[in-house]
């Protein structure tokens, strides 16, 4: 840890050990991590925290760039070598760890760590000082941000707790904390979104957040806060203050928490439910035990704690209210966190103290979220047989064919006590009459504005969660899919639920009007971000569409919940125009005898529902569109014309992962870094889709030696240079058999995963797609030929381009007009970057003969310069050293030479 005298040393160095090293001279090492795989995050490749200075190079694709294992590991060592010498004291031995995760064979590894350790001379082993404190606050603070958008405001309640120490960080002690704040934030979220629903005042989110201390080195932290209208935010601090004020004084009942506790076991149950991990989650963990002492239990033995149950529900409840009551505090140890452009913002804390003492509180009344049995939701008193009982062909299940026509899909597999299901109905928002442009994006949440069985649909929803059941519906443009999964006891509740939805739905006006109100707000926060950038994209290649998937930043008008309500009644009166799909550990025989006494419950019809194809294509060629704003970004979506078959569907798996490698080589040589998607779409057109998003990563994460910034334009110049050669890509057979790999591991769930096969059957009992029989013969048959096909269609199918310029200081520029695909093979012009810290023009001044930067008093340049000096001579001695050997070896040619001749 930095003194004040030291602040900005560690990121210096940081920088510099990323930049010169040892045994990278013919390659630097950041054109080495670029062009092997190890691409900069949204941090870069070190984050320099307050504790502890972390160096991450994420992914390495394995099997297609094994070899790069063998230099990472060099670079490492190189890094250890340099920052042992420049800072001996911070970097000691027992201070530095390596960690690994990944499907690597561990004794081969750690046998090539030992001989590159040799390369690290023996370092003497300093005594380690514990920084940490507790420092309680009596009095509570308030800090002040900007806004988050030009409509908004937030504010947050933040309070801080001792850290638990580190001897007891591998015990039950820091499982308690991390259960407690998980259904602390289950009883904050449900009180104050019913608060302000109550008050009237408008919510773009309501969010909590605990800070533990697996995660930071200080304090732990427990934030919950309230987006609202910026003229809101005085009312939205007062109900915060009420609600937690309440909470203090009256703590919960034994129904509500033995709720919020089902919530967070189906939460936990859900998180564990044995897909792989990724390789990123053991990697964090592991930091986590090193710095802080953390517990390396698995998921598994995790989920024991939080799903079992050795207490009473009197003092499980009990205890809880203990935690509660000793956190909150109308002023000990909290800080508000105001985020407004009003400059009168401070004077809230005054507005919450006085609410909070003033005890008007809540208005007490009894909880009634856990009412399954008394909310009218009915059974059907008409029962139904099952007329038709086949095999399920694709996934090995079960297909019944009720005799009202309704059928229901059985595969039945271990799911840890959960079950997951979908009711796929046919016909989508194409369909709907006098639709406007950009509505069919807002109709999956029309259904969660009406009253369910007589209660609004915020009360049913918290009747489902409260046990432990998720209902997601989604519109889109060709089917209806209400989806989700529950507890297996369960299931009885959610067939009643469903009943419900199908048949006792009441137009709610105020509820929607809310919603208008809340989605402006949402809107207005999510301009610029990635889901309203992919929008844009999707308006570049379908300028004609009026069924886009991305919300549109368009007023929708007072009757759209109306019509959208007919279109709902008409879908639920047809439910055997469809598939029920049921995933799960049951019994066939009892679920067979549970689904006859529902299924006479649900309308059908002798229908058969028309899906028009009447869209626009993709406009081909390439699209263009260009903005200013605070950080400079490309954006890029890919569309090309594919039948959806499995091996297109493999085949372009790894002809996105090609295009990624392509890009990223390119743009992380910048320093900036991507993130990137695909899908496959099967209405109106079959297609093959591929965004990427690409932004500066943070400079204080990259290389010193990586000054320059290069513009969007010229990063674009870039970017398409890289598409065109990907397009020209030829796959060899080595490249092939390693794609194939990877493609394989990603179908081997398909038959195991129940999100996969619930996936499966759509595309088969929607679309007629099957990507499930024969799978390894159809994995093998994809050729590097198709996957070249693929390569060259993206590149040279319907493109758009959404570039944002950063924004000129005190000047407007008038964009010239670009030409389709007019992209000149020119140099990029370097423009000096911008350094706000001023670490990087001091490593210049230090490292590289820059000019010598203006003095800041809370550095100690005399420690950094001495480093320096130290640096300067071991690359001067290295640089000796490979003069002479280079004398060497021109020696010896001579003398061959001589020898030859004679």
Not at 100 to 127: H, N, P, R, T
Not at 415 to 435: A, C, E, Q, R
Not at 502 to 512: C, D, G, L
Request: aromatic share 8%; glycine share 6%.
């Amino acid at each position: 840890m930095e003194s004040l005298k030291e602040a900005g040393s560690s990121v210096v160095i940081a920088r510099g050990s990323l930049t010169d090293v040892s045994h990278f001279t013919d390659l630097s090492p950041q054109e080495f991590m670029a062009s092997n795989g190890l691409w900069p995050g949204k941090e870069g490749y070190v984050d320099v925290k307050e504790d502890a200075t972390i160096y991450r190079f994420n992914e390495i694709d394995l099997p297609l760039k094994t070899s790069a294992i063998d230099s990472t590991l060099l670079l490492i060592f190189d890094i250890i070598g340099k920052d042992r010498d420049r800072m001996t004291d911070l970097y000691a031995p027992q201070n530095q760890a390596i960690v690994i995760a990944g499907d690597i064979d561990a004794s081969v590894v750690l046998g090539k760590m030992f001989m590159l350790s040799m390369l690290v001379g023996k370092q003497k082993a300093y005594g380690t000082d514990s920084f940490y404190s507790w420092r309680a606050k009596q009095r509570a603070s308030v800090s002040v941000g900007p806004a988050p958008s030009p409509r908004t405001a937030s504010v947050t309640v933040d309070y801080s707790s001792p850290r638990t120490p580190r001897e007891d960080m591998e015990t039950v002690q820091p499982l308690v904390s991390q259960k407690y704040a998980a259904e602390l934030g289950i009883i904050l979220r449900k009180r104050i979104k019913k608060a302000l629903r109550e008050g009237n005042i408008p919510m773009a989110s309501v969010d909590f957040r605990y800070i533990s201390g697996a995660e930071v080195s200080g304090d732990e932290h427990y934030r919950i806060s309230v987006t609202t209208e910026r003229s809101c935010l005085q009312s939205a601090t007062e109900t915060l203050a009420r609600v937690l004020a309440d909470l203090d004084r009256e703590g919960v009942t034994e129904e509500e928490y033995l709720d919020a506790m089902t919530e967070n076991s189906m939460a936990k149950l859900v998180e564990n439910k044995g897909d792989a991990l990724p390789n990123s989650y053991y990697l964090d963990q592991c930091i986590s035990a090193f710095l802080y002492g953390s517990s390396l239990a698995s998921q598994s033995e995790q989920l024991k704690f939080f799903t079992g149950k050795n207490l009473s529900n009197e003092e499980s409840t009990r205890l809880f209210n203990n935690f509660v009551q000793a956190l909150l505090d109308r002023s000990k140890n909290l800080t508000l966190d105001l985020c407004s452009d009003d400059p009168e913002a401070e004077g809230l804390l005054k507005v919450f103290d006085r609410t909070w003492t003033e005890r008007t509180f809540m208005a007490s009344e009894p909880y009634v979220v856990d009412n399954a049995d008394t909310l009218k939701l009915k059974k059907t008193l008409q029962k139904v047989k099952i007329s038709i009982d086949n095999p399920e062909p694709l996934s090995g299940g079960r297909v019944w064919t009720f005799s009202n026509g309704i059928k229901v899909i059985f595969k039945k597999i271990d799911t840890k006590d959960i079950f997951h299901y979908m009711w796929l109905l046919k016909g989508g928002y194409s369909g709907v009459p006098n639709l406007r442009t950009g509505e069919g994006a807002y109709i999956s949440d029309m259904l969660w504005q009406d009253n369910v069985a007589g209660i609004s649909s915020n009360r049913f929803r918290d009747m489902l969660t409260a046990n432990g059941i998720t209902m997601n519906a989604d519109v889109t443009v060709s089917d209806f899919r209400i989806s989700g999964y529950a507890p297996s006891e369960r299931l009885n509740l959610v067939m009643k639920s469903l009943l419900a939805l199908a048949n006792e739905r009441e137009i709610n006006q105020r509820s929607y009007e809310s919603y208008r109100r809340n989605e402006m707000l949402r809107r207005d926060m999510a301009l610029g971000g990635i889901e309203w950038k992919r929008g844009v994209l999707d308006s570049l290649l379908s300028p004609g569409s009026d069924y886009s998937p991305y919300k549109r930043p368009i007023e929708l008008s007072g009757d759209f919940n109306r019509r959208c309500e007919r279109f709902f009644t008409d879908q639920f009166s047809k439910m055997n125009d469809g598939v029920f799909i049921i995933v799960g550990n049951f019994s066939e025989t009892a679920l067979k005898k549970m689904l006859v006494q529902y299924m006479g419950g649900f309308g059908t019809e002798k229908v058969a529902t028309f899906r028009t194809r009447s869209q626009s294509s993709p406009v081909p060629g390439t699209s263009v569109k260009y903005a200013e704003g605070p950080v400079p970004s490309v954006d890029i979506a890919f569309s090309a014309a594919a039948d959806y078959t499995i091996d297109n569907l493999l085949a372009g798996e790894f002809a996105a992962y090609l295009m990624e490698d392509a890009i990223a080589d390119e743009v992380a040589k910048a320093g900036w870094y991507v993130t990137s998607d695909w899908h496959f779409n099967l209405f109106p057109e079959e297609r093959f889709y591929m965004t990427m998003s690409m932004q500066p990563s943070d400079p204080e994460g990259l290389p010193a030696s990586l000054m320059p910034e290069l513009s969007s334009d010229e990063m674009l110049q870039r970017i398409n240079g890289a598409i065109r050669k990907a397009g020209n890509m030829k796959v060899d057979t080595n490249l092939m058999k390693a794609g194939k790999t990877m493609i394989s591991n990603s179908a081997s769930s398909w038959k195991t995963d129940p999100e996969k096969i619930i996936d499966m059957m759509v595309l088969r009992y929607s679309y007629g797609k099957d990507l499930m029989s024969n799978q390894s013969e159809k994995i093998n048959s994809v050729t590097s030929q198709k996957v070249e096909s693929m390569l060259k269609a993206l590149s040279e199918g319907a493109i758009a381009e959404y570039v944002v310029r950063k924004d000129p200081p005190g000047e407007v520029v008038v964009d010239p007009p670009v030409k389709e695909n007019s992209y000149p093979e020119v140099g990029p012009i370097p423009v000096p970057e911008s350094d706000t810290t001023g670490h990087a023009a001091y490593y210049r001044y230090l490292f590289m003969g820059g000019e010598k930067p203006v003095d800041d008093s809370s550095w100690d340049t005399v420690k950094i310069e001495e480093g320096a000096a130290r640096m300067k001579e071991l690359s001067e001695q290295e640089l000796l050293r490979e003069e002479e050997a280079i004398k060497e070896e021109e020696d010896m040619e001579y003398v061959q030479n001589e020898e030859k001749e004679n």
